[in-house]
């Protein structure tokens, strides 16, 4: 299949190189145009890691050359552009084509099948509650895969679309999917941002010293018992809500391929394997940037809905804020546009199963 690409950093250059080992065709398209340049004038995708092999995806110029050369488009980008990315491509998607965001954040399903329905048009949006591939990008011309998810959740927005979306992902990445229960299991499934949260904090200094750090060494047991605390409230807002998500045990185990215990020991066995990865190595990070407005803020969002107040969530966004002198509560692009303040648990939970509707027709 041609899988037209959104995106051009670590997620983007792994899903590429994972699908055109596959057999498939991928097609990049970088939003600046920047992160392209090297591909499109000749050079290889270098695949190194989980994934090893010189590939070559083709390059679009436009949101338009990508979406109209594509079967399928799959968004692989900073939950910060999916707004941006959402809008561009919105006016040339076709009702014979889908959409994959991996990984989803704040409900931009929900914002994607609105642009479209204004169009008329009603598509499967395959939502997946992590990435495919994990990894760094050494290079515009390089992707360091640190590991191929065995399993991730996803769901389809309108689920009558759900078995087509399942169809579409096992064909293009193999069985490893896990359906869940609707956009709200999916929201709750992403435990980038609250473990992100706590790699961040607790390890501010070592990002903005720009210092080479293994991540998963770092993941003190101190640490590790704050991830495991802001999980039992991510856990809890699911069991108000009647849904089954992943814990983060079974995160790590399934993501990572280790035996289950705490999470620090997890994350010891990551390293002592070599495949623990390193950390940010810059205060500029998607750990912060990405995940405090586009992930905690969410969960903080479901936890007043469903009266689960998330304190630890809303403490980082605050903390956050203060140390890198932001508002991160007020940049949220998606859940400013959905007027999400404004929904009801009652409404949330509707749009989450049908999407949006164009005028007089049934989702």
């Keep these: 299949m041609r899988v037209g690409i959104v995106g051009a950093g670590a997620i983007a250059f792994g899903a590429a190189a994972f699908l055109e080992q596959s057999g498939h065709s991928p097609i990049l398209w970088s939003p600046s145009g920047e992160r392209t340049k090297r591909l499109a004038a000749g050079e290889p995708l270098v695949a190194t890691g989980a994934i090893e092999g010189s590939f070559r995806p083709g390059v679009a110029h436009t949101a338009e050359e990508l979406v109209s050369g594509a079967d399928v488009v799959l968004i692989a980008?900073?939950?910060?552009?999916?707004?941006?990315?959402?809008?561009?491509?919105?006016?040339?998607?076709?009702?014979?084509?889908?959409?994959?965001?991996?990984s989803h954040a704040s409900f931009g399903a929900l914002y994607l099948s609105r642009l479209l329905a204004a169009r008329g048009i009603i598509v499967p949006i395959i939502a997946w509650g992590t990435t495919a591939t994990t990894g760094r990008q050494p290079s515009l011309v390089e992707a360091s895969v640190n590991t191929v998810r065995s399993k991730i959740d996803l769901c389809t927005v309108p689920e009558s679309r759900s078995s087509e979306g399942l169809a579409l992902c096992r064909r293009l990445f193999g069985d490893r999917f896990v359906e869940?229960?609707?956009?709200?299991?999916?929201?709750?499934?992403?435990?980038?941002?609250?473990?992100?949260?706590?790699?961040?904090?607790?390890?501010?200094?070592?990002?903005?010293?720009?210092?080479?750090?293994?991540?998963?060494?770092?993941?003190?047991?101190?640490?590790?018992?704050?991830?495991?605390?802001?999980?039992?409230?991510?856990?809890?807002?699911?069991?108000?809500?009647?849904?089954?998500?992943?814990?983060?045990?079974?995160?790590?185990?399934?993501?990572?391929?280790?035996?289950?215990d705490t999470v620090s020991n997890m994350n010891q066995q990551m390293?002592?394997?070599?495949?623990?990865?390193?950390?940010?190595?810059?205060?500029?990070?998607?750990?912060?940037?990405?995940?405090?407005?586009?992930?905690?803020?969410?969960?903080?969002?479901?936890?007043?809905?469903t009266g689960r107040d998330a304190k630890l969530h809303r403490s980082g966004v605050e903390i956050f804020s203060a140390m890198y002198g932001r508002d991160?509560?007020?940049?949220?692009?998606?859940?400013?546009?959905?007027?999400?303040?404004?929904?009801?648990?009652?409404?949330?939970?509707?749009?989450?199963?049908?999407?949006?509707?164009?005028?007089?027709?049934p989702a």
């Design 328 to 361: 991160f509560f007020a940049e949220n692009e998606l859940l400013d546009a959905l007027a999400m303040d404004q929904m009801t648990l009652a409404d949330l939970k509707s749009l989450s199963r049908e999407g949006y509707r164009p005028h007089g027709q």
């Design 180 to 260: 869940r229960d609707g956009l709200l299991a999916i929201a709750l499934s992403n435990l980038n941002p609250q473990n992100h949260m706590g790699i961040a904090l607790c390890n501010m200094t070592r990002m903005e010293h720009g210092e080479t750090w293994g991540q998963g060494f770092n993941v003190t047991p101190n640490v590790g018992r704050l991830l495991e605390a802001l999980d039992r409230e991510r856990l809890a807002i699911a069991e108000a809500l009647g849904l089954s998500v992943r814990t983060i045990f079974e995160h790590f185990h399934l993501s990572f391929h280790v035996p289950r």
């Design 271 to 305: 390293h002592a394997e070599g495949r623990g990865g390193t950390g940010p190595a810059t205060a500029d990070s998607r750990y912060v940037t990405e995940d405090v407005p586009y992930g905690l803020l969410m969960t903080v969002k479901l936890g007043e809905l």
């Design 77 to 102: 980008l900073p939950g910060y552009g999916h707004k941006h990315a959402f809008d561009a491509i919105a006016p040339h998607i076709r009702a014979d084509q889908a959409v994959i965001i991996s």
